[in-house]
């Protein structure tokens, strides 16, 4: 069966410094990657998707930028956080049925 | 581009009472899908529906796309606790979800 990871689950980090988000799926190949934001009591918002190794395509203009180094692997990165950074990131894999990791609540100080 | 929009934002029921949630879109959509929303939890893909003037059943859930295919309502028979959480609605487009807002489900013992 198909299992998707998120890491951290938790993080506080100071406005200006990095971040790196990471999400693993263990069960399938090429898999379609996502990932999404979530305001508090909010929607989620995409922000970046892949269909592949080093292809990634981002919906919205913003401080972030994704990679997908390896085939199962996607990762949120940023090199200064913004206040506005904060969230619940949701990382998924799929197509039109979509399966959710475990999430990271980000705080940004 | 696509909108998904959804009321209520918020309900609360006493428990054993019906609940229904809304989603609405200028365009007709190629299908719609249902999210649930545990309180601190992940998304969890209850269904999806294509055909105009679907109704599916899950226990006490019925999920209907409209006839026109630009609107969806779910129902909730006899609120129980365990309902509480946020349920989204959404389309897929070319394998990206477009969300709506969520309503979120308020259950009074």
Redesign the interface.
């Known amino acids: 069966s198909q299992t998707i990871h998120q890491w951290p689950a938790t993080l506080v980090q100071p406005v200006g410094s990095p971040l790196s988000l990471e999400c693993t799926v263990e069960g399938t190949s090429n898999p379609n990657l996502y990932w999404y934001r979530q305001a508090a009591g909010r929607g989620l918002q995409l922000l970046f998707y892949s269909v592949g190794i080093g292809q990634i395509s981002s919906e919205v203009p913003q401080n972030l930028s994704a990679s997908r180094p390896q085939d199962r692997q996607f990762i949120l990165s940023s090199k200064k956080l913004l206040l506005s950074d904060s969230g619940f990131y949701l990382c998924a894999w799929g197509w039109n049925e979509q399966f959710f990791g475990p999430g990271t609540r980000l705080t940004v100080l | 581009g696509q909108q998904v929009m ?1 009321i209520p934002q918020y309900q609360h029921v006493q428990e054993g009472e019906d609940f229904t949630t809304y989603c609405n879109s200028s365009t007709t959509l190629s ?1 719609i ?1 249902w999210y649930k929303q545990r309180p601190g ?5 209850l269904i ?1 529906l294509v055909k105009s003037g679907e109704v599916k059943k899950q226990k006490r859930l019925t999920f209907q796309f409209g006839e026109a295919k630009k609107n969806s309502s779910l129902h909730i028979t006899a609120t129980q606790t365990t309902d509480v959480g946020t349920y ?1 609605c959404c389309s ?1 487009n070319t ?8 309503t ?1 489900l308020q259950v009074k013992p």
């Open positions: 959804q299908n899908q939890g992940h998304p969890v893909f999806q989204f897929s394998g990206k979800l477009i969300f709506g807002q969520g979120t």
